[in-house]
């Protein structure tokens, strides 16, 4: 019978991103709803010295497949490996994160299994034994609940990034660590040549800060404004679709519905007016300030603080402002 609750952690360039901390917190909480086990599957290259460090969230048991051609991640390496491991397993709940990557993988692992998938939650509960997970639908204007019809199995659900609390890790805890024997696939089609990074920017997806620009910067190189206040508060820069289909800003920092989903803890939008489809990536984000000059831009009925003021005398007194706190600290 299926049992306990098995997060799918992702781990990239040496160590696990901080969604998979965020997915095992929540896992071990509805195991314990359940009053079931939490494992996790983990797949990489040099994963082996770190997995048990998952045991820090709650997870008891990690299935570890460390493998060099695992070391990016690839659907048609990684969907096998890890509906193998499941079928071998057996959890009643599998939850990994709603990265790119994570949605990606889920929804194969979900078809080879025949299992019902809920992307991009963001709040999950077990009810008389049972999973019931909340998603954003229509982009962001409603919410709806989810639950699985009786029999299916596994009950699978992806968790929007930044949106789930993390625990405190208990660096006195560690996971056992088992290597699963799977069957990688023999001959693959496609390969990862090369993965670019862009170096020392912080991941928007996985970024606590945003700093947002839109047509109103009116420039590409006004955005410098808004990159040194993003690194004086360690965050990321993002864009309206406004700025990045004018060549300001490149695609990967497009936010809404066309662009990425971000729930940073401060998102900034300056010179950005605030239409439904940017709404759509950055509403559920837990602070939102808005700079606008225009005080009936739908921007501020989202915004906990707004600025009615032009952002080119704001900002750069803002940034004043932080310079001398982070000077005073
Ligand atoms: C199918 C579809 C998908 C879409 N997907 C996305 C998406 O993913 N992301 C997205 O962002 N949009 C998306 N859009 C586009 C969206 O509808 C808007 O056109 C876009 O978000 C507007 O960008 P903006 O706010 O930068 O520009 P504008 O709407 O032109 O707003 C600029 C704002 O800057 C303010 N401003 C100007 N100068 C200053 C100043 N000096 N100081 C302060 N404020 C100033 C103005 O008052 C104004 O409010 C999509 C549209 C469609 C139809």
Redesign the pocket.
């Known amino acids: 019978m299926a049992q306990g609750v098995c997060v799918i952690a992702e781990f990239r360039n040496g160590a696990f991103r901080r969604v998979s901390f965020e997915v095992a917190s929540e896992g071990k909480r509805l195991a314990d709803a359940l009053g079931e086990p939490l494992t996790a599957i983990a797949l990489g290259q040099g994963i082996a010295a770190a997995a048990a460090d998952l045991g820090e969230y709650g997870v008891e048991k990690v299935y570890a497949v460390d493998q060099p051609v695992l070391k990016d991640y690839l659907a048609e390496t990684y969907a096998p490996v890890v509906a193998e491991v499941l079928r071998t397993l057996q959890p009643k709940v599998v939850l990994s994160p709603a990265s790119v990557d994570g949605k990606d993988l889920s929804a194969r692992v979900a078809a080879r299994l025949g299992a019902g998938l809920a992307q991009d939650c963001t709040a999950l509960q077990i009810e008389a034994g049972a999973l019931k997970a909340k998603r954003p639908v229509y982009g962001g204007k409603a919410l709806a609940w989810y639950e699985w019809a009786d029999g299916t199995w596994p009950q699978m659900a992806s968790c929007r990034p930044n949106v789930m609390a993390c625990v405190m890790p208990d660096s006195s805890k560690q996971a056992a660590v088992e290597t699963p024997a799977v069957t990688l696939p023999a001959a693959l089609k496609t390969r990862v040549v090369a993965v670019e990074a862009a170096d020392g920017k912080v991941d928007l997806a996985e970024a606590q800060v945003i700093i947002s620009g839109?047509?109103?910067l009116k420039a590409p190189e006004n955005f410098a404004l808004l990159e040194e206040l993003a690194l004086l508060l360690g965050g990321a820069v993002g864009a309206?679709?406004?700025?990045v289909d004018a060549g300001w800003r490149p695609h990967a920092e497009?936010?809404?519905?066309?662009?990425k989903v971000v729930t940073p803890s401060l998102y900034m939008a300056c010179?950005?007016?605030g239409?439904i489809?940017?709404l759509a990536?950055m509403g559920s984000s837990k602070f939102i300030v808005a700079?606008?000059?225009?005080p009936e831009?739908p921007i501020f009925s989202k915004a906990d603080y707004g600025v009615v003021d032009?952002?080119?005398q704001f900002v750069p007194a803002f940034i004043e402002e932080v310079k001398k706190l982070k000077a005073a600290c």
Do not use: E, M, P, Y
């Not at 497009?254 to 662009?259: I, K, M, R, S």
């Not at 700079?291 to 225009?294: A, F, G, I, L, T």
């Open positions: 839109g047509r109103g309206s679709r406004a700025a497009q936010v809404g519905q066309t662009g010179g950005i007016s239409a489809q940017h990536g700079v606008n000059k225009d831009a032009d952002l080119f």
